[in-house]
């Protein structure tokens, strides 16, 4: 893969942290990007070869987040977040639709998409990707490790995977979200900056438990087979587990027209924090070049202005956030708001974030005040 220019890296919007003397610890979003498709029933593919090199035990279990940092007054640097990515991707029978103008498949034009962004952030983005169903035919299994596990510079490796891939299966959207998002939760928070972004052709189906009939996952009223049943309260509710525990997600819905599944989209980009807006809340592509936007868009926004500084005011003090000569106002519209005060994860927003990205050079930094004139 071509190794992206310092300008490219730059445009990409993804910092490196540096680690500060002291310990500390804080909630970071990852990129999480899962793809789903809508159902479909073809013979089986041999996927369980390249999803047996995935590696089993690629994380242990750690706590969520670390120990609320304590209050230590002064001028601190503010750090930017080192982003992690997690490819959720669907590669269901209806992956093989065509797509766009050019009339290539989702997956390919998918695939196509992922291979202009990937060299813009190889250098600076750790991913990794779980392909899912598993095996194909009528198949919802869904794996418990990662197909590639999140490590840095992979890039080319989950094009690889991709281009190895053929689209095959049902659509087991809720499994693939909480197996996924179990990963990422199983990754110690003070290393990590973790998001979920959902993109789908389709509405999720899979959940055997479901009572029948049953309004099915691609519009039909009179569903009588539970797996083909419309599944979208289990998924909303695992997206919305993730966005409690600070992994919020983005949700990109790939040419479909069904109201079913415009509904369930939007629903899913609400839960999950990153709502487009009050109408179409997920970002709807219906071309190889809407995706490529969809997904440059999302590269700029996860990690982009996410910070963090080692030591945050008690609920006395205050924290007076500077770029270089210019005080940033506490805002969430313009300026600087706390993501996760306890563990000082802090976010810019609007103005404030632009002009940070503008000026990569001059310093961010945070004067803490651990209110000393509380007893007054």
Not at 75 to 99: C, G, H
Not at 151 to 163: H, I, N, Y
Not at 168 to 176: E, F, L, S
Request: proline fraction near 6%.
């Amino acid at each position: 893969m071509k190794r992206a220019s310092c300008l490219e890296r730059s445009a990409a919007l993804v910092g490196v942290r540096h680690h500060a003397a002291q310990r500390w610890s804080g909630r970071w979003p990852v990129l999480l990007l899962v793809v789903v498709a809508g159902c479909g029933r073809t013979e089986p593919t041999d996927f369980e070869a390249l999803a047996a090199q995935a590696d089993a035990g690629a994380k242990a279990a750690a706590p969520d987040a670390g120990p609320p940092l304590a209050c230590a007054p002064g001028d601190w640097p503010l750090t930017k977040a080192t982003p992690k990515a997690m490819f959720v991707l669907d590669r269901s029978t209806s992956m093989r639709t065509s797509f766009g103008a050019q009339r290539l498949s989702r997956w390919v034009s998918l695939t196509n998409g992922l291979a202009q962004v990937l060299p813009l952030v190889d250098d600076s983005l750790e991913l990794g990707a779980l392909l899912f169903p598993t095996v194909g035919g009528a198949s919802c299994s869904v794996g418990s490790a990662p197909s590639l596990p999140v490590r840095p510079r992979q890039g080319q490796a989950l094009l690889s995977l991709m281009r190895a891939t053929t689209p095959n299966g049902n659509t087991p959207t809720a499994d693939a979200i909480r197996a996924a998002g179990n990963q990422l939760l199983a990754t110690p928070a003070a290393a990590t900056a973790r998001a979920l972004v959902l993109a789908t052709d389709g509405a999720p189906n899979c959940n055997p438990n479901l009572a029948t009939p049953c309004r099915c996952a691609d519009g039909a009223t009179n569903c009588q087979q539970a797996t083909r049943c419309l599944d979208d309260t289990r998924a909303i509710g695992e997206v919305r587990r993730l966005a409690q525990r600070g992994v919020p997600t983005y949700v990109i819905g790939i040419q479909d027209t069904s109201a079913s599944a415009l509904g369930v989209l939007s629903d899913l980009a609400r839960a999950g924090g990153r709502a487009r807006d009050a109408g179409v809340a997920y970002l709807a592509v219906s071309s190889e070049a809407d995706l490529s936007t969809a997904l440059v868009d999302i590269s700029r926004q996860v990690g982009a202005c996410v910070y963090v500084t080692p030591s945050v005011p008690d609920a006395n003090g205050e924290l007076v956030v500077s770029l270089g000569s210019r005080r940033l106002a506490a805002d969430s519209t313009d300026g600087w708001s706390w993501a996760d005060r306890e563990h000082g994860e802090l976010h810019l927003h609007g103005g404030a974030c632009a002009l940070a990205l503008a000026n990569p050079l001059e310093p961010l930094r945070g004067r803490v005040d651990c209110g000393r004139d509380a007893g007054r």
